[in-house]
């Protein structure tokens, strides 16, 4: 059975700290992994890692795959209080075609204190 | 997230009762997906479709239905089937391509009185 499991599952921090969230997962068929920042409501996409070792980057957010030991991280360096959300990881399963699915991790939750 | 509507914002259902989430795209995706979220639970795929008059059944179906009359719309049906409806209802849709991610929209909160 396909999974995803991340950890931790909550976090809190100070702001400026640098924080890594941690994915690791079972996906068969496995085509890539998919990091989203979700607040009150709707996921927002951050990254989308296909190829291992190579890291992906926007601002102060950074991620990372590798594939052989099936997991990925998400780094915060100089957190904010705006950072502060649940972090969401995904594996897409690749079932040939133009079909594919994501299975969802239960995300972890981060708390950035002033 | 832009492009991507969904309504209403809050939805409540008595019991025995059939209620319909809207989601609706101005992108012209050709996926759409709907997901369930509850607490301590990461997402789980409802239904999905990848064009107009056809869609699948995700991992958790039983007591919901969707159609796909158009390329804009992906309503879903909550049936008085399901038995634990109470949950936050997410909708999804893609671009074509390996290398588009899902986008989600705002999402439905729907409870039971």
């Known amino acids: 059975e396909d999974k995803v499991v991340q950890s931790p599952l909550s976090l809190v921090v100070h702001e400026g700290d640098t924080v890594t969230l941690n994915c690791s997962y079972e996906?068969?068929?496995?085509?890539?992994l998919l990091w989203y920042k979700q607040e009150k409501k709707a996921p927002t996409f951050l990254f989308m890692l296909t190829s291992s070792g190579i890291e992906k980057k926007s601002g102060r957010l950074s991620s990372i795959l590798d594939k052989k030991e099936l997991f990925s991280i998400l780094n915060i360096t100089a957190t904010q209080t705006g950072d502060s959300a649940v972090y969401l990881c995904a594996g897409r399963r690749d079932y040939g075609g133009a079909t594919n699915k994501l299975i969802f991790g239960t995300g972890t939750l981060l708390a950035v204190q002033p | 997230d832009g492009g991507i509507t969904q309504s209403p914002k809050y939805l409540f259902r008595k019991e025995g009762q059939n209620v319909t989430l809207s989601c609706e795209q101005n992108?012209?995706?050709?996926?759409m997906y709907w997901y369930r979220q509850d607490p301590g639970q990461g997402l789980r795929l409802i239904y999905y479709s990848q064009i107009v008059n056809d869609f699948q059944k995700g991992d958790i179906a039983e007591g919901y239905s969707v159609s796909r009359e158009k390329k804009e719309s992906f309503p879903l049906t909550v049936t008085s089937a399901q038995k634990n409806p109470t949950a936050f209802y997410l909708c999804?849709?893609?671009?074509?391509?390996?290398?588009?991610?899902?986008?989600f929209g705002d999402g439905t909160r729907l409870s039971i009185l």
């Open positions: 996906v068969t068929n496995f085509r890539s």
């Open positions: 992108l012209n995706h050709d996926a």
């Open positions: 999804a849709i893609k671009d074509r391509g390996p290398g588009q991610p899902q986008h």
